[in-house]
Nanobody, 121 residues
Framework: QVQPVESGGGVVQAGGSLKLSCVVS????????MGWFRQAPGKEREFVAA????????RYADSVKGRLTISRDNAKNTVYLQMNTLKPEDTAVYYC??????????????WGQGTQVTVSS
């Protein structure tokens, strides 16, 4: 069973930084496209960022470009989300997702339980 497990969430002031981590077990991580999503209170879950298997190709939501960076370490079965210049509107539960395919950004087959990020103004 594939299981992504997120960590690194917390409370931070606006303008601050956080780094989320997601460790994936149960599958050849290096063959999985990985993504981060978020869900704010009262809103639908939205795409944040994704990274292809080699780490050379990434994709970002327009709202986070230039502030959030996705990366991966295949030796550690871990994907990261470095979040800088955080804004109150970044407050959400952040989810890590893994895809069965290694050639496209989705579909997303496996999901973590989420980690809360709160940005205070």
């Amino acid at each position: 069973q594939v299981q992504p497990v997120e960590s690194g969430g917390g409370v931070v002031q606006a303008g601050g930084s956080l780094k989320l981590s997601c460790v994936v077990s149960g599958r050849a991580f290096s063959r999985s496209v990985m993504g981060w999503f978020r869900q704010a209170p009262g809103k639908e879950r939205e795409f944040v960022a994704a990274i292809r298997t080699s780490g050379g190709t990434t994709r970002y939501a327009d709202s986070v470009k230039g502030r959030l960076t996705i990366s991966r370490d295949n030796a550690k079965n871990t994907v990261y989300l470095q979040m800088n210049t955080l804004k109150p509107e970044d407050t959400a539960v952040y989810y890590c997702a893994a895809s069965k395919v290694d050639y496209a950004f989705g579909p997303w087959d496996y999901w973590g339980q989420g980690t809360q990020v709160t940005v205070s103004s």
